[in-house]
């Protein structure tokens, strides 16, 4: 039984292992990320049952785009037709979506899809759904560095002011953008266990869940093993 009293408050996701869901199945890579796209649906839904106020998922990361032109804008499509076909149960259901990353070198209809969804749920105030497209650890903090840099250049900022928070604030993540805590749990699943340019400054102090289970796979009650795991945890950031 999980502890409600001590449900993380930030979970990050890094949904790996639709191409393999496929390939065991005998089925094209696409139809790999269409189940891993209905599996996202069911993980939201249930991170608000459970309360969860941040959820973040890595869609789409910088390094995509060396896949083939086929997966990639099959992918994007798909975004586009989960978005066209969700848009009102999310407003309905109170979740507030952010987009991490830059998602604007991204297919026109896919923006256009985009940005109604971040109109028209931006006043919600239930779940944070932040979904990263088009986006890398390191390329956020490089981003994040050169925006400071021009703060300092024009007088606004000097360098001794320079603080953790100020850092923080300029990332996708920060005040100005999605405003989302540092998660408290990062899953990956599919049994790999790196971050992949994931949530780097972000997941300095984040516990790590790894499960061997493929995304498409990656149910509810799985999703609950996983939170149990971290329950499980003395969390000390350093200390004794």
Known sequence: M??????????????????????????PRLAGHNAGMKAMKKIADHSDKLGIKYLTVYAFSTENWKRSIAEVTGIFKLLVAYVESDLKELVTNNVKVNV????????????????????????????????ALNY?????????????????????????????????DELFTGSARADTPDPELIIRTSG??????????????????????????????????????????????GGR
């Open 2 to 27: 999980l502890d409600i009293e001590r449900m993380p408050e930030h979970v990050a996701i890094i949904m790996d292992g639709n191409g393999r869901w496929a390939k065991k199945r005998g089925l």
């Open 100 to 131: 991490l990353g830059d998602y604007s070198s991204l297919p026109e209809d896919a923006v256009r899809s985009l940005e109604r969804t971040l109109r028209e749920t931006k006043d919600n105030t239930g779940l944070v759904f932040n979904i």
């Open 136 to 168: 890398g650890g390191r390329d956020e903090i490089t981003r994040a560095v050169q925006s400071i840099e021009e703060k300092i250049s024009s007088g606004l900022l000097t360098a001794d002011e320079i603080t953790e928070k100020t850092i923080s």
């Open 192 to 237: 790999e266990l790196r971050l992949s340019n994931f949530l780097l400054w972000q997941g300095a102090y984040s516990e790590l869940v790894f499960s061997d289970v493929l995304w498409p796979d990656f149910t509810p009650q799985e999703y609950e093993k996983a939170i149990a795991d971290y329950q499980s945890r003395e969390r000390r950031f």
